[in-house]
C-alpha cells in the first residue's frame, strides 16, 4: 500500500469514527413541515415541546439537550432532523446562526399574552388598549423588526419615558426567552415584552419595575402580590387560565421547527 493510499484510508476511517461518536448520519433536506413525520427532533429536556411534537408526529424519534441553543447545533451538525420549541426564540436562534431557517407551517399554534391577578380587570384592560394603539399606530410592527430580525442580533432596546407620578408597576419576567425577555451586554433586562410592558406603565403614568425570576416562579408571585403582571413569552393556557387573568393575546407563535436552511 502506497502512503498516499494509506493516508487516505486513514482519513475515511478516522471519518467514520467522528461520526459515530458524534451521531453523524444522513438527514433528508426538510423543506415541508410534513416531512419530519417520523424523524428525529432535538427539544430541551424539561419542556413539553417533546409532547406537543407527538400530537402532531406520533412517530416522532427525540434527542434530548439542556437548552435551546444546544438543540439548534444538533440540528446543524446533523445530529437531529430538526429542532422543536416556541417559534419566536427559535426565529431568534436562526436569524444569528447561517445555514438554520425556521419551516413556515407550525406544530402548534399558541397566543401569547400579559398576565395579572384574577381581579385586576383595570390592568387587563389597560395592557389591551395599549397593544391595539401600538398595532394601529406601527409601533408594532416596528418592534417586530427591532426583536425579530431576518437576521443578525436584536436592536437596541427603545427609552421609553415616563414621569411615574402615579407610582410604580411591577412585571415579573424571567429573562431566558430571547427575544422577549433577556439580558443585554450591559446585564439589562430587554425585550419585546420589555418593551411593551414599558408603554403599559407610561399609559398608566407609572414607573416600571422589572423583577427578574425564574419561568416557574411568575405565577406564584403573582399570586402572592409580589409583581403586577408576568410576562416573558408567556403562552395563554386553560390550564393558566384557571389561576390568572390574561390578556388579549399579543402574539400568535407556537411551537416551531427549525431546521437546516
Known sequence: MTRSIFLAVSAVLMFSVLCMVSGCSKRDKITKLQQLDGKEFAVPT????????????????????????????????????????????????????????????????????????????????SIDLVVGELRNNGTYDAMLQRWLPKSGS???????????????????????????????????????DIELAGYVAKKLDMKLEIVNMDFGA???????????????????????AKKVLFSEPYYTGGIAALVKE
Open 154 to 192: 436584536p436592536a437596541t432596546m427603545p427609552e421609553i419615558q415616563s414621569s411615574g407620578s402615579k407610582g410604580i408597576l411591577r412585571l415579573g419576567t424571567a429573562s431566558v426567552t430571547e427575544p422577549f425577555s433577556f439580558m443585554d451586554g450591559s446585564q439589562k433586562v430587554v425585550g419585546f
Open 46 to 125: 424539561g419542556t413539553a415541546a417533546d409532547k406537543l411534537v407527538l400530537s402532531k408526529f406520533p412517530n416522532a424519534k427525540f434527542k434530548y439537550f439542556n437548552s435551546v441553543l444546544d438543540t439548534a447545533l444538533a440540528v446543524k451538525t446533523g445530529k437531529a432532523d430538526a429542532a422543536a420549541y416556541d417559534e419566536p426564540i427559535l426565529k431568534n436562534i436562526a436569524a444569528k446562526n447561517s445555514g438554520l431557517t425556521v419551516l413556515s407551517e407550525m406544530i402548534t399554534k399558541d397566543n401569547y399574552g400579559f398576565a395579572v391577578f384574577p381581579d385586576n380587570q383595570k390592568l387587563k384592560k
Open 218 to 240: 411568575m405565577i406564584p408571585a403573582l399570586l402572592s402580590g409580589k409583581v403586577d403582571m408576568i410576562a416573558a413569552c408567556i403562552t395563554i393556557t386553560d390550564e393558566r
